[in-house]
């Protein structure tokens, strides 16, 4: 089945320094992905919608210029969280899917956290 | 945009049914799905409705009814490892990209 990775899994940074988070589809090419964010017993949060070749689309409340996101190619999305905060602290998921109508898949995951 | 609804928190007995519901609204209705998800972990999928009815998978079963914005997730058999988050998701026409947009999550305790 469809197979999505995501890089790395926990990490710990400063606050005002920039993490990347990069997120792979294995198997598959996808032109589209998605990345979330989860606080503690919170649902995901759709933060933008990642294109590949294109710019990203933000939801409304989510700053395109702290949250970078890049799709180079078919099988790689990164999110780089710019100057991070404490408040930045939570876990970020990306996910894709492998056809028109077939369900997200999600990567495992990236707890961040920000002292 | 879309208001999705599950109850926060439910509660139940290993080996009994448990019916987790989930209400919506939105305009391009494409299709809900169900997603299991424990704690730390990213969200599994376990069910897709896009038509009315009941889809069956095993101990799980979703239903869908379009008119009423309604959807529910049925659990038989429970066991202790089906204590987890249980997320309804929606899809909608109208964002383009078929974006999913998830409610809140209902997080199901199992107890022996």
């Known amino acids: 089945g469809a197979v999505v990775s995501q890089h790395p899994s926990r990490v710990i940074c400063k606050s005002g320094t920039s993490v990347k988070i990069e997120c792979r589809s294995l198997?598959?090419?996808?032109?589209?992905m998605f990345w979330y964010r989860q606080f503690p017993k919170q649902s995901l949060m759709l933060m933008a919608t990642?294109?590949?070749?294109?710019?990203?689309?933000?939801e409304q409340g989510v700053e395109k210029d702290k949250f970078l996101i890049n799709h180079a190619s078919l099988t790689l999305s990164t999110l780089t969280v710019t100057s991070a905060h404490p408040e930045d602290s939570s876990f970020y998921i990306c996910?894709?899917?492998?056809?028109?109508?077939?369900?997200?898949?999600f990567g495992n995951g990236t707890r961040l956290t920000v002292t | 945009g879309q208001n999705i609804d599950q109850p926060t928190e439910m509660t139940a007995t290993e080996g009994a049914i448990v019916q987790i519901n989930c209400t919506y609204q939105t305009s391009g209705f494409n299709g809900l799905f169900w997603y299991q998800q424990h704690a730390g972990e990213a969200p599994t999928f376990l069910s897709y409705?896009?038509?009315?009815g009941l889809e069956e998978k095993g101990r799980f079963s979703s239903f869908l009814s379009r008119s009423k914005g309604y959807s529910y997730l049925l659990l038989k058999e429970l066991q202790m490892k089906d204590s987890a988050s249980y997320l309804c998701?929606?899809?909608?026409?109208?964002?383009?990209?078929?974006?999913?947009?998830f409610g809140t999550g209902t997080r199901l305790l199992v107890s022996p």
């Open positions: 998701a929606v899809r909608d026409w109208n964002t383009g990209f078929q974006k999913l947009v």
């Open positions: 996910s894709a899917r492998d056809g028109g109508n077939s369900p997200l898949h």
């Open positions: 990642s294109n590949e070749g294109s710019k990203a689309t933000y």
């Open positions: 409705n896009v038509l009315d």
């Open positions: 198997d598959f090419q996808a032109t589209t």
